[in-house]
């Protein structure tokens, strides 16, 4: 072999190395937090919520998270369609209020008084809510009428 063929083989064998130990390095890191650096005291899981049902009756609840299951909601954000069909991710902190129009439609009323109209995303649909007694539970959005985030005095 030639002088040229061992250098160009050791350069393919140190970069694979390089790449190998690149990959298990990510792997072994934690995914980065979605949440962003730092949350606000609105942000963070335990947010006060009316939920009206669609007879009307309200009660109060926690909100725990938002998403498919428990184990895989989000804490911080709800996601949706537009009208134009691009995905959203609309920060919880920022909701007002959600009123469900139809099983698959929303009004998301902001804290600045704006509405947006969404198609709500299957895997973001249910709310993961404590009651007063402490029972934990899930809540369709298609299911109730609306729901409406309480101030909190944090």
């Known amino acids: 072999m030639t002088y040229r063929m061992l250098r160009s083989k050791r350069t393919v064998s140190v ?39 669609p007879d009307g009756s309200t009660r109060t609840v926690t909100l725990d998270g938002v998403g498919c299951s428990s184990s895989m909601c989000s804490r911080v954000l709800i996601m949706a369609r537009d009208t134009s069909g691009k995905l959203l991710g609309t920060p919880l902190d920022s909701i007002a209020s959600i009123t469900v129009a139809t099983k698959d439609m929303a009004v998301l009323v902001m804290k600045d008084g704006t509405e947006r109209n969404v198609t709500l995303v299957p895997d973001f649909r249910v709310l993961y809510v404590t009651d007063r007694s402490g029972v934990i539970e899930r809540i369709d959005l298609a299911k109730i009428r609306s729901v409406e985030f309480l101030a909190t005095d944090k």
């Open 15 to 53: 970069l694979l190395l390089l790449t190998v130990a690149f990959v298990l390095q990510g792997a072994a890191t934690p995914p980065p937090d979605n949440r962003g650096e730092q949350l606000s005291a609105t942000q963070l899981p335990g947010r006060i919520a009316r939920v009206i049902q």
